[in-house]
């Protein structure tokens, strides 16, 4: 495949956070580099206080790393052009093109988004000039009515680059058809028309039994299921939103038990995702602990970095 001008896109955008986005993505930009297709991850704008450094000592965000690396390139600050870094409920340090740039409240921010607009659609534009398709990432919920008039991550994005939109759903969630249903319901006929279909993330089970469920869903929005990708752990894109280490509840440690840490779950929490390979390290549990509570029958208490 070779790039003539400006490179194609495929959208990926989702019913909410921490569907699975991340994740197929990456798988995408993997069988496109097995193939023989030279592409790119691109997500216009993340929110998260985990982040990466690429080889030139910018910052931006740590799933498009790893998409690039799936994709067999360098990251590069281009692929992840805007990083916002939450530092209280109401503001966040912004960083642009993998430099901090302000500290801005959300109204701050808000003023400024047309120019943070055309930052991204320029790095988009430099993306696909370089290579022969972009894989775009949608942030959270593309159907975020509040949200859509200023959006410029997901369908706005899309729309930009001409890009066919694939609507992820997380089955393990529940309610996957309200999900999917839902979210249609919420977008404006130009940006339904752009949905081409759906993936339908983390199912459990025999996947036969949700036969008549993707049937169901093509003909109520006349749009095809691409797949269902089945229940995973194997594999593991370090999570952006903090909502995957939401924790509401004391935990309960007993003795007997594997050595337990707790890591206490600071409001700002920053790239907790270093706390990985303790969580995958099958000879001691891992907690992120949100309430107060005893903590005498852990083996260790961990303080992050916020």
């Known amino acids: 495949m070779k790039n003539n001008g400006s490179a194609p896109c495929i959208a990926v955008l989702g019913t909410g956070s921490d569907v699975g986005k991340s994740v197929i993505v ?44 799936a994709a067999g390139i360098p990251p590069h600050v281009d692929m992840n052009p805007i990083l916002l870094k939450p530092t209280s409920d109401i503001g966040s340090q912004v960083v642009l093109l993998g430099k901090a740039v ?97 993936i339908i993330n983390r199912f459990r089970g025999d996947i036969r039994l949700f036969q008549d469920g993707a049937e169901w869903i093509e003909k109520r929005t006349n749009k095809r299921v691409f797949g269902v990708l089945p229940w995973y752990t194997h594999f593991v894109i370090e999570a952006e939103d903090s909502v995957a280490i939401e924790n509401p509840k004391p935990v309960s440690v007993s003795a007997t038990d594997k050595p337990a840490i707790a890591v206490i779950r600071l409001p700002h929490i920053s790239n907790f995702t270093d706390f990985d390979p303790l969580s995958d390290f099958d000879q001691v549990k891992l907690y992120f602990i949100e309430k107060v509570q005893d903590l005498s029958l852990f083996a260790a208490v961990i303080l992050p970095g916020s």
């Open 102 to 198: 302000a500290n801005s409240t959300a109204m701050e921010y808000h003023t400024k988004k047309e120019a943070l607009f055309k930052e991204s659609a320029a790095a988009l534009d430099r993306l696909r000039k370089a290579y022969d398709l972009v894989i775009i990432e949608g942030a959270g919920s593309c159907a975020e009515v509040n949200l859509m008039p200023h959006d410029i991550v997901n369908f706005r994005m899309a729309a930009y680059a001409d890009a066919p939109v694939i609507l992820v759903g997380d089955i393990h969630r529940g309610g996957i058809f309200a999900q999917i249903i839902g979210t249609l319901a919420c977008l404006p006929a130009d940006h339904i028309e752009r949905v081409i279909g759906f």
């Open 26 to 69: 990456t798988a995408l930009c993997r069988i496109f580099q097995k193939k023989g297709i030279h592409v790119a991850p691109f997500k216009a704008q993340n929110m998260s206080n985990n982040s990466g450094v690429t080889p030139e000592g910018l910052e931006m965000g740590r799933a498009q790393i790893v998409q690039a690396e």
